[in-house]
Nanobody
Framework: QVQLVESGGGLVQAGGSLRLSCAASGSISSINAMAWYRQAPGKQRELVAIIISGGSTNYADSVKGRFTISRDNAKNTVYLQMNSLKPEDTAVYYC???????????????WGQGTQVTVSS
């Protein structure tokens, strides 16, 4: 199996910063895309940022210029640096990884348990 462990969430004032981490472990052969999603109360889960194996990135318009996604392939870890946080960034943030397990031919998507980010005004 593939396990994702997230960390770095918390409470921060508007204008502050947080850094989320998500480490993938298990019988992983390779990882394609790594992404962060978020879900605010009463809203659908939305893509925040994604980074593919070659390093290309894409961001939701609402976080462009404020958030940066990066990955450490040696550690199977993805990060989300969040700066200039706003109250509307408050949500549960989920890590999502597209990985291939050892001895498997296909890629599957795996989700972390989520980490709460709360931005106070």
């Amino acid at each position: 199996q593939v396990q994702l462990v997230e960390s770095g969430g918390g409470l921060v004032q508007a204008g502050g910063s947080l850094r989320l981490s998500c480490a993938a472990s298990g019988s992983i052969s390779s990882i394609n895309a790594m992404a962060w999603y978020r879900q605010a109360p009463g809203k659908q889960r939305e893509l925040v940022a994604i980074i593919i194996s070659g390093g290309s990135t894409n961001y939701a318009d609402s976080v462009k210029g404020r958030f940066t996604i990066s990955r450490d392939n040696a550690k199977n870890t993805v990060y989300l640096q969040m700066n200039s946080l706003k109250p509307e960034d408050t949500a549960v943030y989920y890590c999502n990884v597209n990985a291939r397990r050892s001895s498997y031919l296909w890629y599957d998507y795996y989700w972390g348990q989520g980490t709460q980010v709360t931005v106070s005004s």
